[in-house]
C-alpha cells in the first residue's frame, strides 16, 4: 500500500521567514495531494492541494510542488506568521483502483516566534 | 451552512461496552471515511465508503464496523471498544468520483478514552 513519509516532525521559524515541509510517497499511481493545517483542538483544513498533472501551484504565501518522478512533494510557506504555527499534514490518495484510500504524513509541527 | 457533523464530541466508556459515533454530512457527497488520530502517528484512515452499500477498510480497520445504509450519514461502531481504541476520532467525506481528486471536510473530531 501507499507510504508517505512526512518531515521534519517539527520546525520552529522566526516570523518572517520560510518554512517548507517535505514528503515523499511511495505509489506510483497517486494523483492527488493535499496539505492540511490543524490548530491545536481543531479539525484539520485544507490549504493548498496539487494534481498530478502540475508541477507547482501557489495561493499567496503559501506554494506546494510537486516532483512525480522523485515522488515528492513540498509545502513552502513564505513570510510567516504567528497565526500559521499549527500541525501541517500532507496526504496522497489515488483514483481509479483502490480509490478512496488516503494515506496521510505523520505530521509537522510548526512554531513560527514573533 | 456546509458541513460534516459527529456525535458525540466526547465520551468516556469501558471495556467492552459497544458504542457508536454517528457521522452525518449535508453537502451530498458520495465519499465518507473514517480516521483515527493518535500523537505522532497522523491521521490513520479506519474504513471508507464510496457510496451507498459500499465500504472498505482502511489501514486500521480492526475492532470497528461501519454501515452506509445511506447517503449522507456514515456511522462507526465498535462493538467491544478496547483502551487502545482511545484516540481522537475524525469523520470526512468529500463529492468522490472517478480521480477521487477532491479535498476532504472534516467533522469536529470525537474523543473517545475507554477505560
Known amino acids: 500500500g501507499e507510504n508517505v513519509e512526512q518531515h521534519p516532525s517539527t520546525l520552529s521559524v522566526q516570523e518572517g521567514d520560510s518554512a517548507v515541509i517535505k514528503c515523499t510517497y511511495s505509489?506510483?499511481?497517486?494523483?492527488?495531494f493535499p496539505w492540511y493545517k490543524q490548530e491545536l483542538g481543531k479539525r484539520p483544513q485544507l490549504i493548498i492541494d496539487i494534481r498530478s498533472n502540475v508541477g507547482e501551484k501557489k495561493d499567496q504565501r503559501i506554494a506546494v510542488t510537486l516532483n512525480k518522478t522523485a515522488k515528492h512533494f513540498s509545502l513552502h510557506i513564505t513570510e510567516t506568521q504567528p497565526e500559521d504555527s499549527a500541525v501541517y499534514f500532507c496526504a496522497a490518495s489515488r483514483g481509479s483502483t483502490n480509490a478512496g484510500k488516503s494515506t496521510f504524513g505523520d505530521g509537522t509541527t510548526l512554531t513560527v516566534k514573533p | 451552512e456546509a458541513q460534516v457533523t459527529q456525535n458525540p464530541r466526547y465520551l468516556i466508556t469501558v471495556t467492552g461496552k459497544k458504542l457508536t459515533v454517528t457521522c452525518s454530512q449535508n453537502m451530498n457527497h458520495e465519499y465518507m471515511s473514517w480516521y483515527r488520530q493518535d500523537p505522532g502517528l497522523g491521521l490513520r484512515q479506519i474504513y471508507y465508503s464510496m457510496n451507498v452499500e459500499v465500504t472498505d477498510k482502511g489501514d486500521v480497520p480492526e475492532g470497528y464496523k461501519v454501515s452506509r445504509k445511506e447517503k449522507r450519514n456514515f456511522p462507526l461502531i465498535l462493538e467491544s471498544p478496547s483502551p487502545n481504541q482511545t484516540s481522537l476520532y475524525f469523520c470526512?467525506?468529500?463529492?468522490?468520483?472517478?480521480?477521487?481528486?477532491?479535498?476532504?471536510?472534516f467533522g469536529d473530531g470525537t474523543r473517545l478514552s475507554i477505560l
Open positions: 470526512a467525506s468529500n463529492p468522490g468520483g472517478p480521480l477521487f481528486d477532491q479535498p476532504q471536510h
Open positions: 505509489d506510483s499511481a497517486s494523483n492527488y
